[in-house]
């Protein structure tokens, strides 16, 4: 039976044409996945789906009835619910009051707010996702997988038809990844469709039935995901024929030892990092994973002297250093492209070619004071064309640039300081298929060049096709360093589990 059906829906922004002709049909109690580039038109589709934009033409019909006006409030009563990337609850109140904090104040329980009520209900629909979240305790102590399912049962409370979900596992641990997903499959059992948006083509292929693929605000295909592949997906997605993506991976190593750790110990209020050591060839791509809070951002943070170490020893080019600041990692020819790009790693309200340059404006200044513009602007040109960073001008503001583009310029500001070790956290975080395949094949690119990488990254196919080397962590514990050969996906989560017994090395 199909629930939904989109016909002809056209949308444009100044400048731009968002969407073209898109139709499509979606199936009561499927699990329907979304994708496409940055910018293809995902979640202005959604958008319009869920009322919060209106479409310029075209016609949705939900259930065979055509719908008109749609807005937020309509949708809702209609029976579609919208789980936005960044969950909008409220950290102060309780489970119960988040999930029926929209509802329609002609509810009596709420006219007179009686929580004795409001728990009850809300536990009733906890159970249908797992019953392991109490709907008395605040929202702020939950973690970002349970967040998500108050979220769920927020829409589970509206008597939702259809859920949209966009980029749900963005910030989830692998083991919140598996629950939601049996929660999305609960569901499906009980009727609800699901319009899937995501960049992970592993999960698209685990948990959905059919795949739609937009291009530049076409709709390219609709496919069934069981007769279909993801190297094909992907074809359709950046509209190329993608070779072996790490065709350039290269398994000698060099025999100069560019950096060396021994005993580092680092405490934060998420986790205790204990006697960490390792060594970094030149040359080589050091993997370093982990589940959530394995302590992968604070060893980078201390790495580049953002944190403090409580001890431990760190060693360049067999000399012991002491990193107490960013400026002491600069000097050292060490490099940082954070795991937020946007809160730390770029200025969004400067244009491409300031913040290119931002790090190494010594090399472009009159004494050491004025900027020297030609030079600037030389510099700037030289990695937006080496990087291929797709900008209309130099002059634009980074924040308007998709993601892929943003993370190629954080690339390039610490490139241009001509850097011995880079490290990179999280470096294909939020970017679309396409823009992940040339940063992945960019990093293989400056590591043949002599540049030592060390990877942080929680994406485990990431660290496998990319490192010479993996070095597992679990909960702040080195747990082993795999050699290429010996790493598969089911030895790393083995390890990053803490089940060392389990692991086959």
């Known amino acids: 039976m199909i629930i939904l059906k989109l016909e002809k829906i056209n949308k444009s922004f100044p400048g731009v044409k968002a969407l073209s002709d898109v139709s499509l049909e979606i199936e009561k109690g499927e699990v329907h996945a979304i994708v496409g580039e940055n910018g293809a038109g995902k979640s202005t589709l959604m958008k319009i789906i869920a009322g919060i934009i209106p479409n310029d033409s075209g016609e949705i019909y939900l259930e065979g009835k055509k719908i008109e006006n749609l807005n937020p409030t309509i949708a809702n009563k209609l029976g579609i619910v919208m789980i936005h990337q960044e969950l909008m609850l409220y950290p102060n109140l309780s489970v119960a009051e988040n999930i029926f904090i929209e509802h329609d104040s002609n509810n009596s329980y709420l006219k007179t707010i009686n929580f004795e009520s409001i728990f009850k209900e809300a536990e009733k629909i906890l159970e249908l996702l797992g019953g392991d979240i109490s709907p008395r305790i605040k929202v702020s102590r939950l973690s970002i997988g349970e967040q998500q399912k108050v979220e769920i049962a927020k829409a589970i409370s509206k008597k939702a038809k259809i859920i949209i979900m966009d980029e749900p596992t963005s910030a989830l641990t692998i083991t919140e990844i598996s629950k939601l997903f049996d929660v999305i499959r609960s569901l499906k059992k009980q009727g609800i469709t699901i319009l899937y948006i995501s960049h992970r083509l592993d999960e698209v292929f685990e948990i959905s039935d059919k795949i739609t693929v937009l291009r530049d605000g076409h709709k390219i295909a609709t496919l069934e995901t069981n007769k279909t592949s993801p190297s094909y997906v992907v074809q359709l997605i950046t509209g190329k024929t993608f070779d072996t993506l790490y065709t350039s991976f290269h398994e000698t190593l060099s025999k100069e030892e560019i950096m060396r750790v021994e005993n580092l110990n680092i405490s ?225 989560l083995y390890l990053a589990m803490g089940l060392e017994k389990e692991a086959k090395v």
């Open 268 to 492: 934060s209020a998420f986790v205790k990092v204990k006697n960490l050591c390792f060594n970094l060839y030149k040359g080589e791509i050091l993997g370093i994973t982990g589940l959530l809070g394995a302590g992968k951002t604070e060893i980078a943070r201390v790495l580049w002297g953002i944190e403090k170490k409580d001890s431990g020893e760190i060693w360049i080019e067999n000399k012991r250093v002491e990193i107490k600041s960013p400026y002491d990692a600069l000097n050292l020819g060490i490099g940082l492209v954070p795991e937020n790009r946007r809160q730390q790693g770029l200025i969004g309200q400067m244009n491409v070619a300031q913040n290119i340059t931002l790090p190494s404006l010594s090399q472009i200044c009159w004494w050491n004071f004025i900027i020297d513009s030609k030079k600037e602007i030389e510099v700037a040109k030289k990695w937006i064309e080496q990087l291929k960073i797709i900008t209309p001008t130099l002059k634009q503001k980074v924040e308007n640039l998709s993601g892929g583009n943003q993370q190629k310029v954080v690339l390039a500001k610490w490139l241009a300081t001509n850097p011995k070790i880079l490290i990179v956290d999280e470096p294909t975080r939020g970017i679309d298929v396409g823009a992940k395949a040339e940063i992945r094949k960019l990093l293989l690119e400056l590591s043949q060049k002599g540049i030592s990488i060390l990877l942080f990254s929680s994406e485990i196919e990431e660290v496998l096709n990319l490192a010479n080397r993996i070095l597992i962590l679990y909960k702040g514990e080195p747990k082993g360093i795999l050699p290429k050969n010996k790493a598969t996906r089911e030895n790393i």
